[in-house]
């Protein structure tokens, strides 16, 4: 099969045959439809995840596709289907797991990190009975594969971490894939978003998902966001991650916030200083989110293809980048100005 392929942290990045991998017991084997470009690819591109150890390493974690073969123990009925997974592959029954939270399972693998990944035309779901999530019917798989990391990641810290109600005042910071997915999201709750970023096609991209005010990121940042919500938000997410957003996601609200943290801060971004004075004086939450459980999707996607969220703008509208494509883009993905999702077709 072709596969997008690095030997070394940083080094070039090439279209490679491998062979297609086998579904090993409790796993399943997925033909990928098309798979998302997403910062963390950049990140650990660059030696940022400790997990890659591994090389030639093939990236990708964001994928809709379909089932070609199963290992032992998984359903034969599973074939066929056209599913996505969570980046997250739980083991499914550790304790954590059990407990309904295998985004965090201590036994975790995760395609293009820990794993080989689905920058290739078929990728490895392990624990396939946890992790395979079906489509529904009328759910695109190219629309499917923005869903896996980007938007489920946004749909958990807006829902299940910063718990956004109707009438709110959500910022968010970075108007990438998750930003844009945590826009809508927050929109669909009812919440007034203000959006930040540096881009202004960013900007208008979240107007669109509906975000009702602007911000361009610059020194006055937090003044502004706390004249536009009145003395301060109710919930800040750094869907961008870096030491300036988290820290201004933390002075931007008001007493009682909620701070919740997407965009990862690995160790080589440097320390966020967050204010804990204010965490303390202010009773403010500061909350990580990472990923979403498989059992949780369901209700996302069904809110995807009842048209409660619209994710519209949110995938890129060029059409999918070929291998080679991908290749010259994916060193670029953690300084260009996201224009929303961009997809990988691994067989065009
Ligand atoms: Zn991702
Ligand atoms: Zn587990």
């Not at 995840?49 to 964001?62: K, M, W």
């Not at 998902?209 to 301060?232: M, P, R, S, W």
């Amino acid at each position: 099969m072709r596969a997008l392929t690095y030997a070394e942290f940083g080094g070039p990045l090439t279209v490679s045959d491998l062979p297609v991998p086998a579904a090993p017991a409790g796993g399943a084997v997925v033909r990928v439809a098309a798979s998302g470009l997403c910062r963390s690819d950049w990140h650990g591109w660059l030696g940022h995840d400790a997990d890659i150890a591994t090389f030639p390493h093939v990236p990708g974690h964001e994928f809709a596709g379909t089932v070609t073969a199963v290992g032992e123990g998984v359903a034969a009925s599973w074939l066929g289907r056209a599913v996505t997974a969570p980046f997250v592959f739980a083991c499914g029954d550790c304790a954590v797991c059990r407990a309904g939270s295998g985004q965090v399972c201590p036994r975790q693998r995760q395609p293009g990190f820990s794993e080989p990944g689905s920058f290739a035309e078929f990728v490895v779901v392990h624990a396939a009975n946890t992790n395979l999530v079906a489509l529904p019917a009328g759910l695109d798989p190219l629309q499917a594969a923005g869903l896996g990391c980007r938007v489920a990641t946004a749909y958990r810290a807006v829902t299940a971490r910063a718990g956004v109600r109707a009438g709110e005042r959500v910022v968010v910071f970075g108007c990438g894939g998750v930003g844009l997915a945590a826009v809508a999201i927050a929109t669909s709750r009812g919440a007034d978003v203000v959006a930040v970023d540096v881009g202004a096609e960013a900007l208008q991209r979240a107007a669109r998902l509906g975000a009702g005010h602007l911000v361009t990121f610059g020194d006055d940042v937090i003044e502004q966001v706390i004249a536009l919500t009145d003395g301060g938000a109710d919930v800040s997410i750094d869907a961008f991650g870096s030491a300036a957003t988290a820290r201004a996601g933390a002075l931007c609200l008001g007493r009682r916030g909620r701070h919740v943290q997407i965009g990862l801060l690995p160790p080589a971004a440097g320390p966020a200083p967050i204010p804990m004075e204010r965490v303390i004086g202010w009773e403010l939450d500061v909350l990580g989110s990472h990923g979403m459980d498989a059992r949780e999707y369901p209700a996302m996607l069904d809110e995807v293809t009842s048209g409660r969220l619209a994710l519209g703008d949110l995938l890129d509208e060029r059409p999918p980048l070929t291998l080679e494509q991908a290749a010259d883009d994916l060193p670029a993905v953690g300084t260009a100005t996201s224009l929303g999702i961009r997809l990988i077709d691994p067989r065009a």
